[in-house]
């Protein structure tokens, strides 16, 4: 049987962001969907619908981080997928302006588009500056997860369309897919408050905190993600779900 993981980047990233953590898992085929060139925020789960219908695989790891969360929440209530992993993901981006402590106001959003057709690299520069812990801030030079060059301008706009339109909370009260959510406690964007009420409202879910970690585990504490998922691997072929690695 193919052992199969997909892979589902974030708003504005590239694919090699997850290399660090795919090199621990050589016996897997990978799957990445690429949404560099997408003009309308539906496509984007369009994008990983044609990914997953091209596969003949009974068993399949969704593993998403951030946007791409949200795309593997949806896919996965709508797909059987053996297992899931959530990284520095909410199952709602936007929030009323009484609960900040959760999500982002839209307006801030609708900023930022209207912004990036006139300063695309200011954009996209204080993004990755709210992503990272100081500490990560002064590593930045040695990592290439977080270029976001292949991203056209309108793919960049959609994406923010899509985390303004996105609401995964209606799915999660029946998910059963067992899910590992990973949170970096120091994560900007995408709270660690937002990290817990997500692993709370799913049924069978595991919660992993990184201290001193931002919005990108994968990035740079690739080994302590990798053997997250290599335990939830292993406890899925203990019950018979999937091969060892």
Same mark, same amino acid.
């Given at each position: 049987?193919?052992?199969?993981? #997909?892979? @589902? =980047?974030?708003?504005?990233?590239?694919?090699?962001?997850?290399?660090?953590?795919?090199?621990? /898992?050589?016996?897997?085929?990978?799957? =990445?969907?690429?949404?560099?060139?997408? =003009?309308?925020? @539906?496509?984007?789960?369009? *994008?990983?619908?044609?990914?997953?219908?091209?596969?003949?695989?009974?068993? #399949?790891?969704?593993?998403?981080?951030?946007?791409?969360?949200?795309?593997?929440?949806? #896919?996965?209530? !709508?797909?059987?997928?053996?297992? #899931?992993?959530?990284?520095?993901?909410?199952?709602?981006? =936007?929030?009323?302006?009484?609960?900040?402590?959760?999500?982002?106001?839209?307006?801030?959003? !609708?900023?930022?588009? *209207?912004?990036?057709?006139?300063?695309?690299?200011?954009?996209?520069?204080? /993004?990755?500056?709210?992503?990272?812990?100081?500490?990560?801030?002064?590593?930045?030079?040695?990592?290439?997860?977080?270029?976001?060059?292949?991203?056209?301008?309108?793919?960049?706009?959609?994406? @923010?369309?899509?985390?303004?339109?996105?609401?995964?909370?209606?799915?999660?009260?029946?998910?059963?897919?067992?899910?590992?959510?990973?949170?970096?406690?120091?994560?900007?964007?995408?709270?660690?408050?937002?990290?817990?009420?997500?692993?709370?409202?799913?049924?069978?879910?595991?919660?992993?905190?990184?201290?001193?970690?931002?919005?990108?585990?994968?990035? /740079?504490?690739?080994?302590?993600?990798?053997?997250?998922?290599?335990?939830?691997?292993?406890?899925?072929?203990?019950?018979?779900?999937?091969?060892?690695?």
């Amino acid at each position: 049987m193919r052992k199969v993981m #997909l892979w @589902l =980047t974030g708003w504005g990233m590239p694919e090699c962001g997850w290399d660090a953590v795919r090199s621990q /898992f050589p016996s897997y085929q990978h799957i =990445t969907p690429d949404y560099s060139d997408v =003009t309308d925020s @539906l496509q984007f789960y369009e *994008r990983v619908e044609e990914e997953v219908r091209s596969l003949s695989v009974q068993k #399949l790891i969704v593993v998403g981080w951030s946007m791409g969360g949200m795309l593997g929440i949806r #896919l996965a209530a !709508q797909y059987p997928v053996s297992g #899931l992993v959530l990284i520095g993901t909410t199952a709602r981006f =936007t929030c009323e302006p009484h609960d900040l402590r959760k999500g982002w106001h839209p307006v801030v959003l !609708q900023r930022m588009k *209207r912004q990036l057709s006139v300063a695309r690299e200011r954009v996209m520069d204080a /993004f990755v500056e709210q992503m990272l812990t100081p500490g990560e801030r002064k590593q930045i030079s040695q990592h290439v997860g977080l270029d976001s060059q292949k991203w056209s301008t309108a793919a960049l706009i959609a994406g @923010l369309t899509y985390l303004e339109e996105e609401d995964c909370r209606p799915f999660l009260s029946s998910l059963t897919t067992p899910t590992l959510v990973i949170h970096g406690m120091e994560d900007t964007i995408c709270s660690l408050a937002a990290g817990e009420e997500l692993a709370s409202s799913l049924a069978v879910a595991n919660f992993v905190q990184i201290p001193d970690c931002g919005h990108a585990p994968h990035v /740079f504490v690739p080994e302590v993600v990798g053997d997250s998922l290599k335990r939830m691997v292993e406890q899925l072929a203990k019950e018979g779900n999937q091969q060892p690695i």
